[in-house]
């Protein structure tokens, strides 16, 4: 009988080959076994049966020490927890002798061990609802141990229940089929996924789901290009992105998307334009829009209408900053804003009359106040001040001197 071709066993073969059966212990095949030197016994047997090869003492020998080995390298790999193996280990012992009842029982055991532990893998994967693999592992413990109850019950639990879904998918499935032919894709939609989950192994309802969601795609598009006809292109650009997860293979989708993300940026490059400018600052205003006007692709009229609103605001601003010098009697700084208003326009409102008012305050304001500085008169002096005082009362120092005039009793 040959050893086993393991490396252990093929190394002490060599080793046994450069032995003889006179070891230096001299100590017996049977003894070595009892005392649970296996390795030693098989090579000893080994080179005892090379030696005697007719002798029934030595075949026996060793095959008492070949089964006592496998036997006690089963018990190690079941102990290290690789119990598959350690069960073709003792088939191994058994097959030298089929009726010895410490390798029948430790057959058993280990039989009963990996049926538990596939049973424990039927009722993980039957929890977490992976029905394929609780039915496998059930029907892998039932092999070890046909006798294992609760994997019986475990695989007629999980047959039923498979039974229940199919019936199931198929509910969803002609739930489906009637939400398409009454239009109402997303219900169409929600069955047919609930179908497919239901029966994995079934093409139709997969099939449907991507029939439906091109539909869908389809509608999404639709309701994207009005809301791009309206001017609301960020909300064109959520549904045309809705439209190409439903169906990649969407090319109106694909090219209202790269259009509405450009109209979409040019709005709000429109917006912080217009905000810019409420807040005075031009040269920000005009860098938004004429950004947004080479940004958008279909309506650079708006950027250019707003553009011009530019001019419009930084008129208004200057006006009323000429109004309020005015009403503030800084005439000449008023002057200053009314001429660089009406630069480059024929009119503003009321402003020329303003402007030409203003040149004429001043203009008689000083001519008034150089006859104060040549009269000697203080009741003449009084009166031209207080001409001056009826229309520029913060002339420069008109107050002190009429407050002078005054006290003195002019």
């Not at 070595?32 to 090579?43: C, K, S, T």
Request: charged share 30%; glycine share 4%; net charge negative.
């Amino acid at each position: 009988m040959k050893v086993p071709q393991s490396p252990l066993l093929t190394l002490l073969a060599l080793a046994a080959c450069a032995s003889s059966p006179e070891a230096k212990t001299g100590r017996s095949v049977d003894w070595l076994v009892d005392h649970g030197q296996y390795a030693e016994a098989v090579v000893r047997a080994a080179a005892l049966l090379e030696s005697q090869p007719a002798s029934v003492q030595a075949q026996e020998a060793h095959r008492r020490a070949t089964m006592a080995w496998h036997l006690s390298e089963g018990r190690r790999l079941t102990f290290d927890g690789a119990d598959v193996e350690a069960l073709e280990a003792f088939g191994r012992a058994r097959d030298l002798e089929p009726l010895n009842p410490v390798v029948v029982s430790w057959i058993e055991k280990t039989r009963r061990k990996l049926s538990r532990t596939w049973l424990d893998r039927g009722l993980e994967a039957q929890s977490e609802q992976r029905l394929d693999d609780a039915q496998e592992a059930f029907e892998q413990s039932l092999a070890f141990n046909p006798e294992e109850d609760e994997s019986a019950i475990g695989l007629a639990a999980v047959s039923l229940l498979q039974a229940y879904r199919e019936t199931l998918g198929e509910d969803y499935y002609d739930e489906g089929v009637r939400a398409v032919s009454d239009w109402e894709y997303e219900i169409a939609r929600s069955r047919f996924g609930a179908s497919s989950k239901y029966r994995p192994g079934d093409p139709k309802p997969e099939r449907r789901v991507g029939e439906v969601e091109r539909e869908l795609s389809r509608k999404r598009t639709t309701q994207a290009i009005v809301l791009e006809a309206d001017g609301l292109h960020a909300a064109a650009r959520n549904d045309y992105r809705v439209a190409l997860v439903l169906d990649p293979e969407n090319a109106m989708a694909e090219a209202g998307l790269a259009r509405a993300r450009e109209e979409a940026t040019a709005d709000e490059l429109l917006l912080q334009g217009r905000m810019a400018i409420l807040r005075g600052e031009f040269a920000t205003a005009r860098d938004y829009l004429e950004r947004g006007k080479e940004t958008s692709l279909v309506r650079k009229e708006l950027f250019d209408e707003a553009l011009a609103g530019i001019d419009d605001a930084r008129a208004a601003k200057t006006y009323q900053k000429a109004l309020d010098l005015e009403h503030d009697f800084r005439y000449e700084a008023a002057i200053a804003k009314f001429q660089e208003l009406l630069e480059g326009r024929d009119y503003y409102e009321d402003a020329i009359s303003r402007l030409r008012t203003l040149e004429d305050y001043v203009s008689d304001a000083a001519a008034l106040y150089a006859r104060v500085e040549e009269s000697q008169d203080p009741a003449e002096q009084l009166q031209l001040l207080r001409q001056i005082e009826v229309f520029w009362p913060e002339y420069r120092d008109i107050r002190e001197r009429l407050q002078a005039l005054e006290a003195a009793g002019a």
